[in-house]
């Protein structure tokens, strides 16, 4: 409910005149940094490739044909569809979710563990998780680099107590992807359902513990279903980033870890790329994420109801 003003009239009310105005910074940075980048790609993706690199403003579907259909090397083959770009996609979707599984299984009881903490010691453990943020990400993913290598910490831990004899492959691996995933994502999924938590009132927990109810009955029945937006916030907020990501493909995978973010940088580099085809990914990576959170906010509508 809006507070009231001396004069009867609510703090909404009496901005309501110059509402516009005060919204008019955001809206033109939404504008300026978020539109017009977007409007470029959609706009490049239906041109045509210039030789030297660059594109020539000649509309054509070139670039979504690429994508879907192998022509050949000259264009004149019949057309086949095109898996090496499908297998991408695949790939980037199969690792975004592993990584967001991950991320739900450590983030919910880690974020639990902080909402369960005295008050005067979460701000604490909430620094502690978003320390690594105070790093940027490609010194991060180095440094994984650096852990999980052949003679690396990681691998001299796990020979010196003897679990194995020889180091562990991690590098150039889908899992050396998945840790990098996870490790650059994680903060992203304890953060919203550690603010679910920390609304939710324990006493349910408490009441139906009384009431004999086992642990499990508790947290499936009772707690999730409270803290399920933080959750399902928490996935978004991992998955999006993950499936574009091309950092920890590019510096902790190879050439059969390629994931879609990597296809997409490779087309804007030097004067080889192919701006219209990057751009037609681009648009196709965009158009899964708009699907995702089109169903997130379906899901949200149906709750409310």
């Known amino acids: 409910m809006a507070a009231g003003t001396g004069s009867g009239r609510t ?3 009496t901005f309501a005149p110059v509402r516009n105005y005060l919204l008019a910074p955001s809206w033109l940075v939404i504008g300026i940094f978020l539109l017009v980048p977007v409007l470029l790609m959609l706009v490049y993706s239906f041109l045509t490739k210039e030789f030297r690199g660059g594109v020539i403003w000649e509309f054509s579907l070139a670039a979504y044909d690429q994508f879907l259909f192998d022509r050949g090397l000259f264009g004149d083959d019949p057309p086949k569809i095109e898996w090496a770009y499908i297998t991408i996609f695949a790939r980037s979707i199969v690792q975004a979710t592993g990584a967001t599984i991950l991320c739900l299984l450590i983030g919910f009881p880690t974020a639990y563990y902080i909402a369960t903490r005295p008050t005067k010691t979460r701000a604490v453990w909430l620094f502690l998780v978003t320390i690594p943020y105070w790093v940027n990400l490609l010194i991060r993913t180095v440094s ?12 001299d831990a796990l020979m010196g107590i003897g679990l194995f004899d020889s180091p562990l492959q991690l590098i150039n691996t889908n899992t050396a992807v998945q840790l990098g995933l996870f490790y650059s994502y994680l903060p992203f999924m304890v953060l919203p359902i550690y603010a679910a938590l920390e609304r939710y009132n324990f006493a349910f927990s408490e009441a139906a513990s009384d009431l004999y109810a086992p642990k499990w009955t508790i947290l499936r029945w009772i707690l999730i279903p409270v803290v399920k937006p933080g ?9 999006v980033p993950s ?6 493909p590019d510096l902790l995978g190879g050439a059969k870890t390629f994931m879609i973010g990597s296809l997409i940088e490779e087309q804007f580099k030097g004067n080889a790329g192919n701006w219209p085809f990057g751009a037609a990914a681009s648009m196709i990576l965009l158009s899964m994420v708009l699907v995702v959170l089109m169903f997130y906010a379906r899901a949200q509508a149906r709750d409310q109801v």
């Open 231 to 239: 959750i399902i916030a928490g996935c978004i907020l991992v998955f």
């Open 11 to 13: 703090i909404s009310s």
């Open 243 to 248: 499936l574009g990501a091309f950092l920890a």
């Open 144 to 155: 994984m680099k650096f852990l999980i290598r052949d003679n690396g910490p990681l691998n």
